[in-house]
């Protein structure tokens, strides 16, 4: 066998040029990794993984992801952990580790000095040997190789390896294959720069316009993890003004108990119905609740499912949570009230007054009447409607008049 070769100068001009290509055509990794892998003789892995070491469809595609965590997962590190779990939560990014340095938990040389490992080799000869006919994901684990972390989030690593189970272990020139891969992977850094930069921008593009589409007055996008993703101007004013809702950086604190209640029923039902956006599972849910302000007065919250057509990777469904100013309910409703539920003129009176003041007080006053008579009015409500509270009664009432 010769000698793992370099990349040469068209290479590293052709390899740059299909990296630049992918940054805007995130399906075009696979060919970046057939053509280092072609070029160089080896097998090459960008595979992204979640906090949890779950592989991800991104780049490489998730089956190569997975191949490349089981064998990783085989590799055990100093103090009982897996090379993977040691690779997405402290390797040093964009260092070369080998294999051999990954089973002590430790790079051979200081990660901030730019030179290669002792040694690219996993395995002895004889070693090697024993994977003939095993399976691919044997043979990976028995071939030397190279392994870094090149971008990682608050909930995802991506590592790129290879891994040079097609040359004779003594023919790897130790010094050029780590500046080989150390070449690969500062090509590899500015594609992913540009690529997830241009992705937050299509997402913000995207979380705006559903936004927008979704709600009409004070209203925030926020996803199953409470992310505030979007929002209208007055929106988290409002909700901290009606004491519903803080901010905190850009996660959604809910203070209701009822609208976080709302929220992660709708959560773990969008998750039970992958399929819904298809629409085998019916139509995004959707929750309201009635929630009174410190002084009183009632407010109504929406949530509603969105799930965005071209839905991007790992994501979610979202929701628009939007408050909903009490509005003025019509004459009608107090006829509806009389009607179904044997309600005298001065209960349903009393009954439409009080869902839109939200106040027992401001009731009397607009309706001129004692505050002891707006409670007897309101305890024959109670009776004959089967509520028992004032919120109760407001659901009630708003629902016959076709807000909810």
Same mark, same amino acid.
């Given at each position: ?61 998730? /089956? /190569? ?8 997962? &085989? ?68 071939? /030397? ?42 090509? =590899? ?19 705006? &316009? ?39 950086? *850009? ?24 399929? &819904? *956006? ?32 071209? /839905? ?30 044997? =309600? ?61």
């Amino acid at each position: 066998m010769q000698d793992w070769p370099a990349l040469n100068e068209t290479d590293r001009i052709n390899l740059l040029m299909r990296v630049l290509e992918c940054s805007t055509q995130s399906d075009g990794w696979p060919q970046v990794l057939d053509f280092i892998d072609e070029t160089l003789g080896c097998t090459s892995f960008l595979s992204e993984f979640d906090e949890n070491g779950t592989p991800q469809p991104r780049f490489g595609g998730t /089956p /190569p992801a997975e191949t490349l965590g089981q064998v990783l997962q &085989r590799i055990e590190t100093e103090g009982g952990r897996t090379a993977l779990q040691f690779l997405l939560s402290e390797a040093a990014l964009f260092y070369p580790y080998c294999k051999t340095t990954l089973a002590r938990n430790a790079p051979a040389s200081d990660p901030s000095k730019d030179h290669a490992p002792d040694t690219v080799a996993s395995q002895t000869p004889s070693q090697m040997e024993a994977a003939d006919g095993s399976s691919a994901e044997d043979k990976l684990h028995m071939a /030397p190789g190279l392994v870094s972390p090149i971008w990682r989030s608050g909930r995802s690593t991506i590592l790129f390896s290879c891994f040079f189970s097609s040359h004779d272990l003594d023919a790897i020139d130790t010094d050029t294959a780590s500046e080989t891969f150390r070449t690969i992977v500062k090509m =590899l850094e500015p594609g992913l720069n540009i690529h997830f930069e241009m992705e937050k921008k299509r997402l913000d593009n995207e979380h705006q &316009r559903l936004l927008l589409s979704s709600a009409e007055g004070p209203a925030l996008l926020v996803n199953a993890d409470r992310d505030i993703l979007a929002w209208t101007p007055s929106a988290l004013e409002a909700l901290a003004r009606a004491d519903i809702a803080s901010q905190a950086r *850009q996660t959604l604190l809910v203070k209701n108990k009822q609208l976080d209640a709302a929220l992660l029923e709708l959560a773990v039902a969008t998750r039970q119905h992958p399929d &819904r *956006q298809s629409g085998i599972a019916g139509p995004p849910p959707q929750r309201s609740v009635f929630i009174a302000d410190p002084e009183g007065f009632l407010k109504r919250v929406t949530i509603s499912t969105v799930i965005p057509a071209h /839905p991007a990777h790992n994501q979610s469904a979202m929701f628009v949570v939007r408050l909903v100013e009490t509005r003025e309910l019509s004459g009608e409703i107090e006829k509806c009230l009389q009607d179904h539920f044997d =309600l005298s003129q001065s209960e349903a009176h009393l009954a439409r007054h009080l869902t839109v003041t939200g106040s027992m007080n401001a009731t009397a006053d607009d309706l001129a009447i004692t505050r002891n008579t707006a409670k007897t009015h309101l305890r024959r409500i109670y009776e004959k409607t089967g509520v028992n509270t004032q919120l109760q009664l407001a659901m009630l009432v708003h629902r016959l008049a076709q807000l909810f």
